[in-house]
T-cell receptor
Framework: NAGVTQTPKFQVLKTGQSMTLQCAQD?????MSWYRQDPGMGLRLIHY???????DQGEVPNGYNVSRSTTEDFPLRLLSAAPSQTSVYFC????????????FGQGTRLTVV | GEDVEQSLFLSVREGDSSVINCTYT??????LYWYKQEPGAGLQLLTY?????DMKQDQRLTVLLNKKDKHLSLRIADTQTGDSAIYFC???????????FGQGTELSVKP
């Protein structure tokens, strides 16, 4: 059981470049989210989705787009990378019912130069 | 808005108990969680507590919840070097997969 899979694990971008961080889960979870982790700031919610076709903004959505065309996949797009987007990105998924336990991917370490 | 606060560092000796504290602001939280992050890895759920409980014990872990003061704590008994990690407190604010995290407490266990 793979759980939540993120690719790539590491990425270096130049300012202004675009890229997509991939996230896939095989647990049939309704909810999926993207967080960024910065030193001393914990994890901050970028975007989230409560089901296929539905997305919403989190705490820090600017500069990022998402889509949820299937239950399994929730890609995060950086349209024009900026140095302020240098961070570690985590994707998470959880069930609608129960304790809401979130399962996390291993993270993508992104550096924008 | 919602806010979760933790102290950033805690250092203990192997075999001692560790207590990591957390305060939160949203009184409508349904569940509160403790996650553990080891170096270079994602977050793993350690334990959680439902908001109508005041204590939960799971082997070496004890979670205490004081709803009146909006204070959550995690006690690790007989702390081992393998417990060295960053511990995050989080609250679920709308049962919609949105978690609000604290800054994380880096636990250092010295032999």
């Amino acid at each position: 059981n793979a759980g939540v899979t993120q690719t790539p694990k590491f990425q270096v971008l130049k300012t202004g470049q675009s890229m997509t961080l991939q996230c896939a889960q095989d647990m049939n979870h309704e909810y999926m989210s993207w967080y960024r982790q910065d030193p001393g700031m914990g994890l901050r919610l970028i975007h989230y989705s409560v089901g296929a076709g539905i997305t919403d903004q989190g705490e820090v959505p600017n500069g990022y787009n998402v889509s949820r065309s299937t239950t399994e996949d929730f890609p995060l797009r950086l349209l024009s990378a900026a140095p302020s987007q240098t961070s570690v990105y985590f994707c998470a998924s959880s069930r609608r019912q129960g304790s809401g336990e979130a399962f996390f991917g291993q993270g993508t370490r992104l550096t924008v130069v | 808005g919602e806010d979760v606060e933790q102290s950033l560092f805690l250092s203990v000796r192997e075999g001692d108990s560790s207590v990591i504290n957390c305060t939160y602001t949203d009184s409508s939280s349904t569940y509160l969680y403790w996650y553990k992050q080891e170096p270079g890895a994602g977050l793993q759920l350690l334990t959680y507590i439902f908001s109508n409980m005041d204590m939960k014990q799971d082997q070496r872990l004890t979670v205490l919840l004081n709803k009146k003061d909006k204070h959550l704590s995690l006690r690790i008994a007989d702390t081992q070097t393998g417990d060295s990690a960053i511990y995050f407190c989080a609250e679920s604010i709308d049962q919609g997969g949105k978690l609000i995290f604290g800054q994380g407490t880096e636990l250092s266990v010295k032999p």
